[in-house]
């Protein structure tokens, strides 16, 4: 496994912005899928967004669509995510994750990511 360390959270009041990252040591980046993960207080984890190894396709989830930017770096071994417009309801930890693949695809399914980081905590006030 590659380790995938996630930076950039912290506390910020609603309608402000965030920027996320997740730097992968070692491996070999683009050979990864990437998606973004939440968990809420005493909420199940769930997903984001999410990119292709090339960066051609993202996928978002309705809560975040038109404020949230999902983007990848390969040169730098770097995904982003950047939150604008942040609303109370985004407070989590939130997680990157890596999937295997050869292919274009983007994954939606968390049991299909094969790397995770430690996570970077969002909080987000009134």
């Known amino acids: 496994q590659v380790p995938l360390v996630e930076s950039g959270g912290g506390l910020v009041q609603a309608g402000e912005s965030l920027r996320l990252s997740c730097r992968m040591f070692g491996g070999t980046f683009s050979d990864y899928a990437m998606g973004w993960f939440r968990q809420a207080p005493a909420k199940e984890r769930e997903p984001v967004a999410a990119?292709?190894?090339?960066?051609?396709?993202?996928y978002y989830a309705d809560s975040v669509k038109g404020r949230f930017t999902i983007s990848r770096d390969n040169a730098k071994s770097t995904l982003n995510l950047q939150m604008n417009d942040l609303k109370p309801e985004d407070t989590a930890i939130y997680y990157c994750a890596a999937h295997w693949t050869l292919g274009s695809d983007i994954t939606w399914t968390q049991d299909k990511y094969d790397v995770w980081g430690q996570g970077t905590t969002v909080t987000v006030s009134h």
């Open positions: 990119i292709s190894r090339t960066g051609d396709f993202t």
